[in-house]
Structures are given as structure tokens and as C-alpha cells.
């Protein structure tokens, strides 16, 4: 449906010349959305999806051995919309304090948002709702690292930002100037909060997204912030008990169509078919994620049965690396409790079963990776 513009410009003067702003229109869309018919049945079909992957943490012997690694992808995926090139093998050695030459700070900015990421969603486990400050909470982590220390982390911003262009006069998008952002950000947290209007979990998500994007709040971090939203809002309303769903692979996917569809929804109201782009997206993700999880079970069972005739401190080794996918020496001997000799003896077993493999070709601080594990997460990051 075609509302026509969903918000007003305002004129601003910044850089030495005159632009337009654009402040969005409460949320939620006037007239109210037609979720009927075919957008009727992929909310269903979304919703269906969804719940499924969900019940994957109950069936899952130790949830915690597949979000350990899904949130890091996650964070690497997120984080290359916004140009890093950090890969999840590069991310995960990082947390060994083993970085790859040159991806240093591309990697410890993508660890900035797992620890966001954890962040977030212990305060929403404990009780609190989503609210401003938890969100400048959050952007405070996201921007903890030195690049982007000096962005203001945790503040939402006093100057004005721009989409696209060397300046506002000619970007593609000009967001709100500084003095309306917390007004705007004021009645994005009423939204969150059911008012004026109670709104089922996934339009919430999908409508507080739009919304989020084009308030664009913080200097920097708004597009991971934003993607991150999504899963927050989604835990907060009971709808995921563990943070399963994540759209990063999607919209980079779908990168043109994303942010097109965005710019539609603010020119003429057409919030129909973000919202069958967004559904769409719940509904393949979900089912991609679910189809991982059973992917990642399969193959713990088909290296277990493979490994039963070996030691304990070998089968206990694999079972350490279906937690944390690479490993050193070090940390292998501390994880099991033994011996630096029993380590690597384990280790060399593991590797000549072709279930690890050695990913540094140095002769010291080597770092082993479970090969099936990262092959199957590795899919569509670099």
C-alpha cells in the first residue's frame, strides 16, 4: 500500500550550505498495515519457521556448542556489510590472541560486537526491558575498540550524519538533525513498549528496523546496531529463547533490494513489501539456521563414532572442539586437565583421523581447527 511520504523534511544548514533532513512519522503506519491474504500466510509461514528453530536449543544436547560459533559468524557477516574483511577462522583465532598479520583491528572490531551481542542479551535475560539507555549501553561495546573510540560510543549523536555523498547536499539520505534524534528515539522506545498499540513480535522487529535505520541515532555503529535489534527485540518478547536468528546473511545478499526497499518505505509508504522482504527473510533464515544445527549434530555423531576406539583425552579433546572450534596446544592441555605431551598427542590423533586440521603452517603457536565444523559455518563468509 502507497501512503506517500511517511515522515516531513526539515531544512538544515550544516558544512556551509542548505539540505534537507528527513524526520520519520511515528510509529505505528497510518493507515494500518494490510497483513491479509499472501502477507497474511508468510507472517504464518515466518512465525512456523521461527519456532522451529527455536525448539532447536531444546533438542540440541548443549545449546551453547552452536551458538557459540552461529553468533561469531554472525558478528563476522554483520560486520563485513560495513566493509572489514575479518573471516570467522580469523575472528576465532583472535580470541586465542593469535590474529592473522594485518586483520588486528578488523578482528577485534568484530569481537567489539560479540561482546555487544552478549551483552544485550544478558540484560534482556535478566528482566530488563529494551529501552534508550540499554541501547546506548550496547553501542557503548559495539564502539569499545579504537576505531571507533572517538565516534562518541554509548552517546547518541550532536552532529549531523549523512547516507552516501560527500556531504548533506548531496548524500542519498540525510537523517534527522541531532536536536529531534532523541525525540525520535523517544518514540521509537514507546513503540518497543506496545504504545500507542500492542504489535505482534515480528512486525515490531521489522517496523523498529526501518525506523532505527532512519533515525540513524550514533555516529557510527547504526547499521550493526540495527541488525542486531532485530534479535533483541525477538528475545525481549519471549519469541526466541536463545539468539537463533540472524538476517546479516540475508540482507548481504540481498544488499540493493535492502536498502532500496528501505528508502521506498520512507518516500511513499509502502511498508507492504519491506515487509515481505523482511518475512522472507525470517522465513529462509530460520529454516537455514535449523538446517545447520542438524548439520552440526550429524557431524559430532559421525566424528564420535569414528574416535571411540581411541583414548578418553582424545574423544574429551573433540568434545571440547564442538565448543570452541580452534584450539592450540595450550589451550587443549588446559581444557582437558593434562599433560602438554598428552595435548598434542591427542591433537596429532585428531588430525590424523582428518577431523582437525593445523591452519597456521608455523612450527610454533600452531592453532588446530575442526574442519567439518568451520566448513559447514563458513558457508557465505570470506
Keep these: 500500500m502507497q501512503r506517500g511520504l511517511t515522515g516531513h523534511y526539515i531544512s538544515i544548514s550544516t558544512t556551509g550550505e542548505t539540505a534537507k533532513a528527513y524526520v ?6 497510518e493507515p494500518a498495515l494490510a497483513i491479509d491474504g499472501e502477507m497474511g500466510a508468510l507472517l504464518d509461514a515466518a512465525s512456523t519457521a521461527l519456532g522451529r528453530l527455536d525448539g532447536v536449543c531444546f533438542l540440541l544436547p548443549d545449546p551453547g556448542l552452536f551458538l557459540y560459533s552461529y553468533v561469531r ?3 563476522v557477516l554483520s560486520s563485513q556489510i560495513e566493509g572489514t574483511q575479518s573471516s570467522l577462522s580469523d ?12 586483520l588486528e583491528e578488523d578482528a577485534a572490531e568484530v569481537s567489539c560486537y560479540v561482546h555487544a551481542m552478549h551483552h544485550g542479551l544478558d540484560l534482556i535475560n535478566k528482566g530488563e526491558p529494551l529501552s534508550l539507555r540499554m541501547i546506548r549501553s550496547i553501542h557503548g561495546i559495539l564502539l569499545s575498540h579504537s576505531k571507533g573510540s572517538g565516534k562518541m560510543p554509548g552517546e547518541f549523536r550532536t552532529s549531523q550524519n549523512w547516507i552516501g ?15 529531534l534524534v532523541m525525540d525520535c528515539m523517544g518514540a521509537l522506545e514507546l513503540f518497543l513498549h506496545d504504545q500507542p498499540v500492542k504489535t505482534r513480535p515480528l512486525l515490531k522487529a521489522a517496523l523498529a528496523h526501518v525506523q532505527f535505520e532512519t533515525i540513524h541515532p550514533f555516529l557510527d555503529g547504526n547499521g550493526r546496531l540495527g541488525r542486531l535489534l532485530i534479535t533483541f527485540i525477538l528475545c525481549a518478547e519471549g519469541v526466541l529463547h536463545s539468539p537463533m536468528l540472524y538476517l546479516s546473511l540475508y540482507l548481504k545478499k540481498n544488499r540493493d533490494d535492502y536498502y532500496r526497499l528501505l528508502q521506498e518505505v520512507r518516500m511513499s509508504g509502502d511498508w507492504e513489501q519491506w515487509l515481505v522482504f523482511f518475512l522472507t527473510g525470517v522465513l529462509e533464515t530460520s529454516r537455514a539456521a535449523t538446517q545447520t544445527a542438524g548439520d552440526l549434530l550429524q557431524l559430532f555423531e559421525k566424528d564420535a563414532k569414528v574416535l571411540q576406539p581411541y583414548a578418553s583425552s582424545v574423544i574429551r579433546l573433540h568434545q571440547h572442539l ?11 592441555a588446559r581444557a582437558l586437565s593434562v599433560s602438554t605431551p598428552t595435548a598434542i598427542k591427542a591433537l596429532a590423533t585428531l588430525e590424523k583421523c582428518g577431523i582437525i586440521h593445523e591452519i597456521t603452517g608455523q612450527n610454533y603457536r600452531k592453532l588446530y581447527a575442526y574442519r567439518g565444523y568451520l566448513d559447514i559455518l563458513h558457508a557465505d563468509t570470506l
Design 165 to 179: 555523498g560527500s556531504r548533506p547536499g548531496t548524500a542519498r539520505f540525510v537523517p534527522p538533525p541531532p536536536e
Design 322 to 332: 564442538q565448543r570452541r572450534p580452534i584450539t592450540s596446544i595450550a589451550q587443549a
Design 91 to 102: 575472528l576465532l583465532s583472535h580470541e586465542l590472541e593469535h590474529t592473522p598479520a594485518g
Design 73 to 75: 559468524k554472525e558478528a
Design 24 to 29: 520519520p512519522s511515528k510509529l505505528p503506519p
